[in-house]
Structures are given as structure tokens and as C-alpha cells.
């Protein structure tokens, strides 16, 4: 079974987030940068997947600058047999849409039987690129899945809805974007990190790909942000005092008669 | 044709309040731009569903009925939807940021080749009938203007709870018309086999008007059950930090937060829990948020409209009896 699991490098989400000097993007000064935690997850589902087949390849594509390659090695000490880096200056300031051309063209290079990504990406958290790439790879997927088996040359995925789950049967080839719960990823060993050294590493460019560069980038976006701001800061609102009896007593008539929510 | 074009989600004829909050939304589009508003379904039997549709005003309601679309697939509802919105001169198709919207508006998008801003929190229109999105990024912690490209209909996704609801107009004059959507049965490859509904019979935290989350402070799960009492008291939901989460407190569908679920109930109540960035991620835009915690430098307090500083296990159940009498009276 050869499995293709997409990673992008997001900035840690603890990070502090302040705006770029352009007004729309984020100052990278002092952020730094790790594998998307859905991706993790997608990822740890695709090592399963073939530790469960006792066979199999895990390939590992991300599309973004050479800075990007610490994250690919660190999938690849979690246990993923390749990397394959799609890398242009072309690619900058794709859109979703952008993005999945981009993965779905290198992906198409070879044959493939599940593709496995974050339900979204931390940070930008659009939760568009998996359809999309199953769109335009003519797959059908199944998002937000919380439990996964194959079952020969076909999936049953269960999918997050409200207040269920939804039990879904695909045919492979298919797409399937992970949320948290599907598993627990596990850490890379230093054996692991040691191997990860050996592993190929395919670097790409667009011309590799053979896609137009209007299609891709910022060229090729179809939203763009134009503007980031810091949230306006809610005011730090009323602290009631006195007894707890008193605290309670002032909470509930605030929220009937000031606040009118209860 | 409609110039503003509005997916209402409907599960076995019910339409969710997302559903109808779009509709609003796309009626204020549509009047900015001078323009006319059509509300799309999919699925079977839709006329109930269309019934609650029609007073907000759309002055179309097309039903797109196929017995295979009786079940929600993001492969048959994308060839329905995208088939016939690619026939009109829509400028802006617009959704709600559910399971549904979220899962069908990006197979939408790249199918047409337009623009899609997810899980928004507020649009207006600009010059020439073009559209501005504004959503929640980095967690929440800074917020994205979207600008679109030419191509049209522009999409987004709104997040539930945080638009006002539609209010009936006056005169509802809308027409509904009945299609059967064109399908290639054989492009509807993943198929719904079962629904495991959440047996608890609990309020899903997305779904709830008011939700009552409890933290680390809680430290065990029976001592959820002051969390939980105070929920039913005010008909909502529980929710619940990671840290209560990844101890064992409560299953994982009631965490909120970056890697839970994101909400914004008219009401939150945060009970011991510090307020980390991550859980603010996921309640921050909740229109009212109480807080009771006892150390009165924690984070939340900087976020929430009324604070309590104090024990918990005093002030929860005291809080439930208080709302108990209330509706007693
Ligand atoms: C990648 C990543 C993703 C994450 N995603 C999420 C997420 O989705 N959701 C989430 O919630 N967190 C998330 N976290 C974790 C987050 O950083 C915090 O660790 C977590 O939110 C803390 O939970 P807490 O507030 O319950 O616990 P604590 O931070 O330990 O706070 C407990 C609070 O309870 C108060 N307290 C204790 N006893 C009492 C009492 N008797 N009465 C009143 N108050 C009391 C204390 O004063 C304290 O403020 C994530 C972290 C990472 C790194």
C-alpha cells in the first residue's frame, strides 16, 4: 500500500503572534516552526496503517521553503520512509486552492492508494486544503475523522459531525483528513532521528511539477488576506465581591437584566 | 437569477439555526448590492424544511430533490450544489461553517475555481458588488482581513452563533421551485453506511446556546457532576478544558479550544480553568463569559464580562440553586 501523508510547517502555536511590517502577515521574528499537529496525527495513522499491512511505503510531501526540511526530517524520524519537498519561490502566497494544485500535481507523479492530512492547518486554519486536493485528484475523501480501518481496497472512516459520528465507505483511492482522537502520535527515537538521516529527500520546483505559474502562488490566489490585526482586546469585565452568596446573587441579575442571556 | 446565493443545511427536514443565520446574512448582502437572494436545499422532501425558510425573505427557494440525495454526501451535494449555482450569475454563495458547510464548501470551490473564506465572522459588501471577509486566524489571536479575486460566485463560510438570527420580514414573497439535480451516481464513491448518534443524549457544545465548561480545578469526574447540574439548569452544554480532558475527566468531544471544538454560545461559563491561549481559541468570541476561578490573576478574567474569584465547589452549586429558583417562579 503506498500512502502519501501531506505536512505543513505551522508556526508553534504558543507562539506570540504579532503583525508584519506589511499589515497582513505574520511577523516571523522570533516564531518557530513545527509539523502541523493534524498532520501529526495523519501521519501517525498512515505508520499505523502499514505496521498493521506489514507492508508498505509512507511518503511525506510539504510544499514550502527550504527552512521547511527540519520539519520533513522529523517525519521521517517519526518513521516515514521519503520526503518529497515542493519548493519555488513561485509557490509563495498560495491560497488553499494553490496549495492543493501544487500537492495534487506532485502526488500525481506516482501511483498511490490513500492520502492522509490534517483536517486543518494551525494557524491559517482554512480547513480547505484535503477537499480540495480530492477535487482536483478526482477522489473522494472523508474529513474530520476520528476513527479509520481498511478493509482490502476500501476505508470505513467515522467523521466528527454534531453530536454523532458518521460512519462513511469509500473505495481507494480516497483522501482522509485527520482530527484529534483518531490516535496518539508517537515521539521519534534517537534511533529514529539517526535513520531519518539515511532517508531520501525529493526537492521539486514548479517546472518539476509542469503547472502553470498563474495558477499557483500569490499569481494564482483567489483569496488573499489584506490586512491582520490583533483582536480588538474584550475590556476585562466586572469582578463581583463579597461572600460567595452575594458573588452568585449579582452574577444572576447582571446576566437577566444586564447581560438578558439567561 | 440571484446575485447572492445561500446553502441551507437541513438534516431529515430540520434546518439548523446556522442555517437560518446564512439566509439573514445573504438577505443583507443581496439588499446592499440591490440584489436578490436565493436560499439552495438538497436532499428529499424538502418542502417542511423550505417552510422555515421562507420568512426571512429570500425571493427565491429552489429545492434540489434526487432520492440519492436523501443522506448527506460532500460528492453528490457538490455536484448538485456547484451544477446548478455554475448556471446562475451568483456573486456570492455563502454557508454555514458546520460539519456539513465546512465539508462541502471547499469541494465547491475548487470544483467552480473560486474563492472560499472558512469559518468567517463577519462579511460586508464593498464597491461594485464585491465582498470583505473577516475570520479569526492564529487561534484567535489576530484577525484576517479576505479580499477575493475576480472570479465569482465568492464563497465563505460562516461560523454558527455568531451572526444574529433572521427575523421574519413582513411580507415573505419568496417562490419555491423544485429541481432534480443531474448526477453521476458513479462520482458518489464515499457513502454515508451509519450514524452513531452520542448516546449521552448531551447537548453537543457546538450546538449549545450556553455552555458550562470545567477545567483541571475539577480534579476528578464526579466532581463534573456540579458542572453538569449547572448545565441542565440552564439547558446547555458541557464543555471542558484539555487539561480536565487529557486527565480523564470527560470525554474528548467536550473540549473546547485549538484542538476541540470552537463555540461561541451567547453564554460561557469557565469553572477552574486559567484561560491558555489554545482554550481561548476556542470560546473567546462567546457573546457573554463568566469565569470563576480562585486565583484572581488567571488569564480568563482578562477575557470574561463578569468574574467571580473563589472556590469553585462553593460557588457552582450555589449558582445552579439560584437558577433553579428562578425558573421555579
Ligand atoms: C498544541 C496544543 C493544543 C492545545 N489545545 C487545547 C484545547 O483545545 N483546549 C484547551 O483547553 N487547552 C488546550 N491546550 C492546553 C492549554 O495550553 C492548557 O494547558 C489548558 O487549557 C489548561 O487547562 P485548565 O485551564 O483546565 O488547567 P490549568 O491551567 O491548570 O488551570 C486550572 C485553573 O483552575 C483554578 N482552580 C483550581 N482549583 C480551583 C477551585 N477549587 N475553584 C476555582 N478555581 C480553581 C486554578 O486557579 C487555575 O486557574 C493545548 C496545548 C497545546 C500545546
Redesign the interface.
Known sequence: MNLVVCMKQV?D??AR?A?GGDG?S?DPEGVTFVVN?YDEIALEEALRIREKLGEGEVAVVTMGPEKGSAALRSCLAMGADRGIHLQDAAFQGS???GT?RILAAAIARKPFDLILLGKQG???????????L???L???????VVKLEIMGKSL?A??????????????LP?VVTAQ??LNEPRYAGLKGIMAAKKKPVEVLCLRDLGLPADEVGEKG???????????A??S?????QGE??E???E??R???EE?K?? | MAEVTVFVEQRSGQVKRAALEVVAQGRGLADAWGGSLEAILIGTDLDDAAAKVLPLGPDHVTLLEHPVLSD?S??GF?QALSGYVARTNSLALLLPA???G??L???V???L???????CISISSGPDRTM?AV???????????????S?RPVMATLRPNVFPPGEPVANPAGKITKKTPELDET?I??????????QSG???V??AD?VVSGGRAMMNSENFGIIRDLAAA?GGAVGASRAAVDAGFIA??HQVG???KVVAP??YIACGISGA??HLAGM?SS????AINKD?EAPI???????????LF??VP??TE??LK?KAE
Do not use: C
Open positions: 508556526p502555536t504558543a503572534v503583525i497582513r505574520l499537529p491560497d488553499s486552492l492543493a494551525v494557524g491559517t486554519d482554512n480547513s480547505q486544503t484535503g477537499p480540495m480530492a477535487e482536483l478526482d477522489l473522494p475523501h472523508v474529513n474530520v470505513k467515522f467523521r466528527q459531525i454534531e453530536g454523532a459520528l458518521e460512519v462513511i465507505e469509500a473505495p480516497a484529534k482522537g490566489a483567489l483569496v488573499r488576506w489584506t490586512q491582520l490585526e490583533l483582536p482586546s474584550r476585562s469585565g466586572k469582578i463581583l460567595p452568596e458573588a452568585v446573587e452574577l444572576v447582571l446576566l437577566r447581560a442571556v439567561i | 448527506y460532500v460528492e457538490t458546520t460539519a456539513m465546512m465539508d464548501a471547499p469541494r470551490a475548487a470544483r475555481r473560486v474563492g472560499l473564506a472558512s469559518d470583505e475570520r479569526p486566524v492564529f487561534s484567535g489571536k489576530a484577525m484576517a482581513t479576505v479580499r477575493f479575486s472570479a462520482k464513491r464515499a457513502r454515508l453506511t451509519g450514524i452513531e448518534k452520542d448531551e447537548i453537543d457546538k450546538e450556553i440552564l474528548h468531544q485549538q484542538t476541540g451567547k453564554l491561549i489554545q473567546s457573546k457573554v463569559i463568566v484572581g478574567f482578562k477575557i470574561a464580562t463578569y468574574g467571580i474569584v473563589g472556590d462553593r460557588i450555589l449558582l439560584k437558577i428562578l
